[in-house]
């Protein structure tokens, strides 16, 4: 399932990797283990920047999914407030998907996923032009995720977590997957695209 390439930068306590598609990174973290337990970054400014994410993370999200299964997306808000977002596993696991809505590049309308646990500490950077959904792979599995621009219900957007022409490689079925209603109405990229739903 992961679309990886070895480091493409390295800073601090941190590697980033591509995700197979540009724009998106994979963000490996170093772990200081000793006998008490361990202890590891989760964000600096300054490596960050050196890896590629220059961001200004405004909102900090934290959900919780208590069962297997539960599909959250595909979101995105449009612009002028998208939002890029660094997310990660604090609890549990998930199978993390991006897909490209950005006109005009190459890689418009494919994505990436990748596995993230709260074991391995990997977080995925997804910058703004993506839309970003996750399953959960474990039952109460708490993601937390920086935005960078706030919340706005006005521009916020979906993308059906089921469309067949993105063919996203969710590890649940129609018959198994635990959606929101608003989540269960989004519409398929094809129709999206028309009525603002794209870059």
């Not at 050196?50 to 995105?76: K, P």
């Not at 998930?94 to 994505?111: K, N, Q, T």
């Not at 929101?180 to 129709?191: A, E, F, G, H, Y």
Request: glycine fraction near 10%; aromatic fraction near 8%.
């Amino acid at each position: 399932m992961d679309v990886l390439t070895p480091p493409v930068r390295a800073s601090g306590n941190f590697e980033a990797r591509a995700l197979g598609l540009p724009g998106p990174l994979l963000i490996v973290p170093r772990r200081f283990k000793d006998g008490r337990g361990s202890f590891l970054e989760t964000w600096s400014e300054r490596d960050f920047a050196a890896l590629g994410v220059d961001e200004r993370f405004v909102q900090d999200n934290h959900s919780v999914s208590a069962a297997a299964g539960t599909v959250r997306g595909m979101h995105f808000q449009l612009p002028p407030r998208a939002q890029a977002k660094l997310v990660r596993v604090l609890r549990g696991a998930v199978l993390d998907v991006v897909v490209d809505l950005r006109r005009g590049s190459p890689a418009y309308g494919r994505h990436a996923a990748v596995q993230l646990s709260a074991a391995d500490a990997r977080q995925v950077y997804v910058p703004a032009g993506f839309a970003h959904g996750f399953c959960t792979l474990e039952p109460d599995t708490e993601v937390a995720y920086k935005c960078s621009d706030y919340y706005d219900p006005g521009l916020e957007r979906g993308l059906a977590w089921d469309d067949p022409d993105l063919a996203l490689p969710w590890p649940v079925g129609a018959d198994r997957a635990v959606l929101s209603d608003k989540d269960r109405r989004q519409p398929r990229l094809r129709d999206a695209a028309g009525g603002g739903g794209a870059w």
